[in-house]
RNA sequence: GCCGCCGUAGCUCAGCUGGCAGAGCAGCGGACUUUUAAUCCGAAGGUCGUGGGUUCGAUCCCCACCGGCGGCACCA
């Protein structure tokens, strides 16, 4: 069933209803409307009126026509717009017998303008009394049922336009997501930092542990990659001078589909000169929590800083009794795991079982803001290494609500190094990895003309708008979330 | 990829391990001048996800496929 679906009669009654319109000649899709005041500044004018208070006060909305109550001389109407909904009273009295009921022909989910006198009604409801209406797009599908809206999950998400026609908290949630990115802006730009835009579609892809998906150029007959990190270009834009450098756009990841993973995703990503890892955990922390008090943020979990934060080996030691400091080889890890009743997957690196360890044990507790510090250098090929504790890097990953948000390091800018990590994914990919970086000699290059120390994160928007809306699912806070054909 | 649950009118949902497919909203015809999910009367509206199978007979039982959701695996 669904939208594109063969009409049936109740597509058929809106199509007759178009052309009578325009016997009428009436165009039902004319080119413009001017001078809209938006519904919630109309309600913001009057909010101190009183049940049955009339004003003279002339108003001009627009928007989709939500409910009708009444018939005959008198009716009531519910208009809505992006801001919200108000009512309008229709009274042939004042529109006459034949615009009055032209008016009550149309169907729910037209799109009207309308010029209406505010008054309150006796039950204390803002009311527009028409005096004049136009139909701006006569709606040839009917809209969701009124009372309980569009739930079907799989039309909400096909259709969006649909959820957002009938549910209300489906466009406060887009609108706050539009407000975490524009506050994320204004903070980073406050902060000394400029956006830019690096490729989309590139030879070689990198950045991080992810399969790319692949397209071709025509012209160019060659391969390219969709991005899946945009790091390797930003910190080139470092080695330029830029300093400080923000992008935020989408990251592309050929894998599976779940609730915390879209193929295509929106990434933030910012590197600044002279900075470690801990400045960065610093300037995030400050940027989550001025975000969340930009756009309002009222649940449950305190974002405010600072949040705690641990190092990746106690919180593994607190939650499985593991010291994995101790166990720095695959025998006498998974050895130390089966004593105390941990699962250890037979084909798991020791690295992949620090994974194992994190991923099952710990992350999921992680619900308050917290930073884990200190990553296997194995795990992280562009990190820098710790500057005490051997075997480590300078890395984080931020979590909230038992999401991971932000992953983050000291930058590797030793370009021989480097080599040496490549060389290592090398061999990796040789072994069947499929997520090892591939060998990048441009960005090399550009490491050794000299890259000052620097600090770079990456933060999933999406999920920081899960975080800050309350939504258990990327699919909720993704406009068009990938769907099976 | 594996397992489980789900798919019935435009929308929201009923439908008894098998016997002609049900309601509310919306829509259609009508009544009504202060409604707030308005109310009342009337007439409509269906490829029960798709394709097979079992059966005298399938929305219901079996198989496959498509799609969604959840979990596992994989993965930031």
New binding site residues.
């Given amino acids: 069933?669904?939208?594109g679906?063969e009409p049936?009669?109740?597509?058929a009654?809106r199509r007759r209803?178009l052309e009578s319109l325009r016997a009428a000649g009436i165009e039902p899709f004319p080119h413009a409307f001017d001078h809209v005041e938006p519904i919630a500044a109309v309600r913001a004018q009057h909010a101190s009126l009183t049940p049955g208070e009339e004003t003279t006060a002339a108003h001009r909305v627009a928007g989709r026509l939500a409910?009708?109550?009444?018939?005959?001389?008198?009716a009531?109407l519910d208009l809505v717009d992006r801001s919200g909904r108000i009512?309008l009273?229709a009274?042939?009295?004042e529109l006459g017998p034949e615009r009055m009921e032209q008016l009550l022909?149309l169907?729910?989910g037209d799109l009207l303008g309308i010029d209406g006198i505010a008054f309150v009604?006796?039950?204390?409801?803002l009311?527009l009394r028409i005096t004049d209406y136009r139909v701006l797009a006569k709606s040839l599908?009917?809209?969701?049922?009124?009372?309980?809206?569009?739930?079907?999950?799989?039309?909400r998400?096909r259709h969006r336009e649909l959820d957002l026609i009938?549910n209300e908290d489906a466009r406060e949630l887009f609108m706050t997501r539009a407000r975490v990115i524009s506050a994320i802006r204004r903070f980073l730009d406050s902060e000394g930092f400029i956006e830019v835009e690096t490729p989309v579609l590139q030879p070689l892809y990198g950045g991080?542990?992810?399969r790319p998906f692949t397209t071709h150029h025509n012209a160019l007959d060659r391969d390219l990659y969709l991005r899946i990190a945009t790091e390797l270009y930003l910190k080139r834009l470092i080695v330029g001078g830029l300093e400080r450098v923000y992008e935020l756009g989408k990251d592309f990841?050929n894998?599976?589909i779940?609730?915390?993973?879209n193929p295509e995703f929106t990434m933030l990503e910012w590197y600044e000169a002279y900075a470690d890892y801990l400045d960065v955990a610093d300037r995030c922390e400050r940027l989550v929590a001025h975000v969340a008090s930009e756009v309002g943020y009222a649940g449950p979990i305190d974002l405010s800083s600072p949040w705690r934060r641990q190092t990746l080996a106690e919180a593994i030691l607190d939650r499985t009794g593991v010291d994995i400091l101790r166990f720095r080889d695959r025998g006498t890890l998974a050895a130390e795991m089966r004593a105390r009743g941990l699962a250890v997957?037979e084909e798991d690196t020791w690295p992949?079982l620090v994974?194992e360890l994190?991923?099952k044990h710990v992350?999921p507790a992680l619900i308050e803001p917290t930073f884990l510090l200190d990553y296997p250098v194995e795990l992280s090929p562009f990190a820098k290494r710790h500057r005490a504790v051997d075997g480590l890097a300078e890395r984080f990953?931020a979590y909230i609500g038992g999401l991971?948000i932000a992953?983050a390091f000291t930058e590797l800018n030793d370009p021989d190094e480097q080599r040496r990590r490549f060389e290592q994914q090398r061999a990796l990919a040789g072994a069947g990895d499929l997520?090892a970086q591939p060998y990048d000699e441009a960005f090399l290059a550009a490491l050794e003309q000299g890259m000052p120390p620097t600090g770079g994160i990456g933060i999933?928007i999406d999920r920081l708008v899960m975080v800050l809306t309350g939504t258990?699912?990327i699919?909720e806070v993704v406009l068009f979330?990938a769907?099976?054909?």
């Avoid at 409910?67 to 008198?74: D, I, P």
């Avoid at 779940?258 to 993973?261: A, G, L, N, R, W």
């Fill in positions: 069933m669904g939208v679906e049936s009669d109740v597509f009654a209803k409910a009708r109550r009444g018939q005959g001389k008198m009531f009512q009273q009274r042939v009295d022909s169907d729910l009604s006796r039950r204390g409801e009311t599908r009917p809209p969701p049922e009124k009372h309980h809206g569009l739930t079907d999950v799989e039309t998400h009938a991080a542990a992810a990841r894998e599976g779940d609730s915390t993973h997957p992949q994974d994190l991923s992350e990953e991971e992953n997520e999933g258990r699912s699919r979330p769907m099976r054909d």
